[in-house]
């Protein structure tokens, strides 16, 4: 079988199109496509479903993409493990997290992890979408939900904290008391309609909500609560300097908000290089000794 073949297949399968798939190779469509004609023909069977506005996989196409995947895997372990064989505390480490956790969370730990491998190229992608750790793109991720996958490992970190935040201007910054007062505020919302509340001591608490604004990311539903437009959950990193220099009020400290868990997540695969290992601990270390942030 040749495997260039195979992994034009892949990329289309994957991407559901031959121009994303070329455009991603760098190759033509038609080379691209002549590739997978020629390894329908060696396999005697379609392996795409074609139409004018998109391609899938058939059956016989589906299970040939999860063989190639498993190949994919095995192949990057192997580069992986060859250079890791010379290149242990040196080379490349690629890390991704949701933008603010990784901005305001995680940038102080990361610090201290380049100090101590200064031969350690690390590469950081912080932003909303989630991108691919499963085969390879990404040596460790941190995610606040994990996709089920036979070829990954999500460990467990803790839940993130969230609090109840509204400017000191707002007449709720004096009047609630309870979670049931915010029935009668403005609440805003970065695409939930429900918090649950844990009290230090008795029953726990949920209040669904219709939100008078909801957006799309915490970033905005922080600025907006700034303004004083009303009253947000957000996650306690996030406005920690708010409160502490007042431009935020903090509301009913004595209930708990815990809404995401925080999972670091990473391929699996019989050897971890120890630069990969190292990163882990920090990370698992730093979530431990910073409840503040992660209970």
Not at 6 to 17: D, G, P, T
Not at 122 to 129: A, H, K, P, R
Not at 162 to 168: E, I, M, Q, R
Request: with cysteine; aromatic share 8%; net charge neutral.
């Amino acid at each position: 079988m040749n495997l260039t073949h195979l992994q034009s297949f892949m990329l289309v399968a994957k991407m559901h199109s031959f121009s994303a798939a070329s455009e991603q190779l760098g190759a033509s469509k038609g080379l691209v496509s002549r590739h997978v004609k020629s390894l329908e023909d060696e396999m005697g069977c379609q392996l795409l479903h074609r139409t004018t506005r998109r391609v899938s996989m058939t059956e016989a196409g589906h299970a040939l993409y999860g063989k190639a995947c498993e190949i994919e895997r095995l192949a990057n372990e192997a580069g992986r493990l060859v250079q890791d064989l010379t290149q242990d505390s040196c080379g490349t480490l690629k890390f991704t997290a949701p933008t603010e956790l990784g901005k305001k969370l995680l940038s102080p730990m990361l610090l201290q992890f380049i100090a101590e491998y200064p031969q350690v190229k690390l590469e950081l992608c912080f932003e909303q979408n989630i991108q691919d750790v499963e085969f390879g793109k990404f040596d460790l991720a941190l995610r606040t939900s994990i996709a089920h996958s036979d070829n990954l490992i999500a460990r467990y970190l803790g839940r993130i904290r969230h609090v109840l935040v509204v400017s000191p201007a707002h007449s709720a910054a004096a009047e609630v008391r309870h979670p049931d007062d915010l029935r009668h505020y403005r609440l805003l919302s970065s695409g939930e309609t429900q918090w649950m509340f844990e009290p230090l001591a008795g029953d726990s608490l949920t209040l669904t909500f219709e939100p008078a604004l909801c957006s799309s990311n915490y970033a905005t539903t922080h600025l907006l609560t700034l303004s004083g437009t009303g009253i947000a959950s957000l996650p306690y990193y996030l406005v920690e300097e708010d409160i502490a220099q007042h431009k935020l009020t903090l509301l009913v400290p004595q209930w708990q908000c815990y809404p995401h868990e925080l999972y670091m997540v990473y391929a699996k695969q019989s050897h971890y290089p120890k630069k990969l290992r190292d990163l882990q601990h920090k990370l698992q270390t730093w979530c431990e000794t910073h409840s503040k942030y992660v209970g």
